[in-house]
């Protein structure tokens, strides 16, 4: 998409809720127009009324935990014993995740060991071993990341 494309699209998604249909055209070379009223038979609507005719809500003040976003009256509730084996479930997976990517951040590792082994006096390029040292990097992101939400368990 065009900067002036996207510039005409976004002027006119920002008019009123007043407006009725976009159409986003396609003439013949290729070229794209978005537009309030129907210009080609190839026009397709990609914006029809208005997307809400309800204020937005007011804000709250932030409270913690269920208080915040409680459940309606008939809704279904999860036995403890089932949600317990459902957290159990939880975890064993991200234990297993977590053992995978330890085996990957060492097998990476050692990836990254053998590429920097192999630089020579004249071949310094730091641009061939970045990729090893990225993957290094992804793993411990996801280690870590695997950490959190094994920590967050209850």
Avoid: W
């Avoid at 002036?4 to 003439?27: E, R, V």
């Avoid at 509730?77 to 060492?106: C, F, M, P, S, Y």
């Avoid at 020579?120 to 993957?135: E, F, H, M, S």
């Amino acid at each position: 998409m065009t900067r002036s494309t996207l510039a005409t699209l976004l002027a006119i998604l920002a008019l009123p809720a007043t407006a009725q249909t976009i159409y986003k055209c396609t003439d013949a070379s290729g070229g794209t127009l978005i537009s309030n009223t129907r210009i080609e038979k190839n026009c397709k609507a990609i914006v029809s009324g208005p997307e809400s005719t309800l204020p937005a809500p007011k804000s709250r003040p932030a409270t913690s935990g269920a208080a915040a976003n409680p459940s309606p009256a008939g809704f279904p509730k999860v036995q403890e014993d089932t949600q317990k084996a459902r957290d159990g479930d939880r975890r064993h997976i991200l234990e297993q995740e977590l053992a995978g990517e330890q085996r990957n951040l060492e097998q990476a590792r050692k990836e990254l060991a053998e590429q920097e082994a192999l630089r020579t006096a004249g071949d310094n390029r730091q641009d061939r071993i970045l990729p090893y040292k990225d993957r290094v990097g992804q793993h411990e992101r996801n280690i870590q990341a695997i950490q959190k939400e094994l920590s967050n368990l209850r």
